[in-house]
């Protein structure tokens, strides 16, 4: 069975970048668009970035414009999370998605990443 692993969250000073890796382990077809969502503890999951295989812009939360830049490199299905100018409310468990018309859950999913940034 496929399986999105993820890489590159850890501890980082207010101010600082970090660069998030999801890798799909095998071959997907059909992705819609590939997707970071991050959960604070005691909040909802919420969509940070996306990037759809329509040539569409990739979009983001409001939260994140102009400090994080989702991209992709479909030969490998891996997708990438630049986040620069990190502040503390950025502190949360970051989860890839790989989103498959069509199949239960949304697709798949990486099995988080935490970053954590001090102030």
């Known amino acids: 069975q496929v399986q999105l692993v993820e890489s590159g969250g850890g501890l980082v000073q207010a101010g600082g970048s970090l660069r998030l890796s999801c890798a799909a382990s095998?071959?997907?077809?059909?992705?819609?668009?590939m997707n970071w969502y991050r959960q604070a503890p005691g909040k909802q999951r919420e969509l940070v970035a996306t990037v759809t295989n329509g040539g569409s812009s990739p979009r983001y939360a409001d939260s994140v414009k102009g400090r994080f830049t989702i991209s992709k490199d479909n030969a490998r299905n891996t997708v990438y999370l630049q986040m620069n100018s990190l502040k503390p409310e950025d502190t949360a468990v970051y989860y890839c998605?790989?989103?498959?018309?069509?199949?239960?859950?949304?697709?798949?999913w990486g099995q988080g990443t935490q970053v954590t940034v001090s102030s």
């Open positions: 998605n790989f989103y498959v018309s069509g199949l239960p859950n949304f697709g798949y």
């Open positions: 095998g071959s997907i077809f059909g992705i819609n668009a």
